[in-house]
């Protein structure tokens, strides 16, 4: 045997490895119906998150996580039938499609959905408080890559969404990462501000000032 094909053997038994290593993993993502962007740690944490508030509050909290590229006012209420098998009730679904089309117009891209099962599970959250957790993090600019912003961004939503409504049910969960995230964006944004300020009173506020000062003083 020559050395190419040893290579080639030896490859795949690596992937093999990996494989049956990474299998435990996305085969107990209970919460994860459909998962292209998420990397392995952000899933796992998501699965603690759903496993306690299934455990403590009776209810089902699941996540699309998807590449596609939905058109304008595609419905996502249709498209989470094909799901149905998969739901066990109370639940409310959680869907992130950061490449969905909003309008032709502008070429907006990305949408969040969140769908109870009944109107009680709805009266358990806040839809503008999960919404705007996921999107603000992805909105922010900062150095992060936007796989990472579309992980923390889920996160962050889910995070939300299952701490609404263990609120609801007088129950308080003890994996969800809330608070952990929300300081490191709000740091972030300091940081940003900060920064911002700086830049304009270097390049912009202090020459103006300076310039102001020597005519003065002619």
């Known amino acids: 045997m020559n050395k190419a094909k040893v290579r080639a053997n030896l490859s795949k ?3 093999a490895v990996l494989a049956l290593c990474m299998l435990p993993l996305l085969l107990n993502a209970t ?3 459909r998962n292209d962007l998420l990397k392995l740690e952000a899933v796992q944490l998501i699965d603690d998150m759903g496993e306690e508030l299934q455990a403590k509050t009776g209810v089902n909290a699941y996540v699309i996580a998807t590449h596609e590229h939905f058109p ?13 098998a998969k739901l066990s009730k109370p639940y409310v679904l959680f869907i992130f499609a950061p490449f969905a089309t909003i309008t032709k117009k502008s070429d907006a891209r990305g949408r969040v959905g969140i769908i109870p099962s009944s109107s009680s599970v709805r009266a358990m959250y806040d839809y503008d408080d999960v919404r705007d957790a996921g999107i603000n ?3 922010i600019k900062d150095s992060n890559t936007q796989e990472d912003k579309f992980n923390i961004g889920v996160l962050q939503a889910y995070s939300v969404l299952a701490d609404n409504i263990a609120f609801s049910k007088g129950v308080k969960l003890e994996k969800t990462i809330r ?3 929300e300081t490191m964006v709000t740091i972030l ?6 920064g911002t300020t700086v ?3 270097i390049f912009v506020l202090r020459p103006l000032w300076i310039r102001m000062r020597d005519e003065r003083q002619k």
């Open 13 to 15: 038994g690596v992937f």
């Open 189 to 194: 944004r300091i940081l940003v501000y900060s």
């Open 72 to 84: 304008e006012r595609y419905n996502l209420v249709e498209h989470i039938k094909q799901y149905e």
């Open 199 to 201: 830049l304009l009173w």
């Open 179 to 181: 608070d952990e995230i």
């Open 31 to 33: 919460q994860l119906l």
């Open 137 to 139: 993090i992805v909105a």
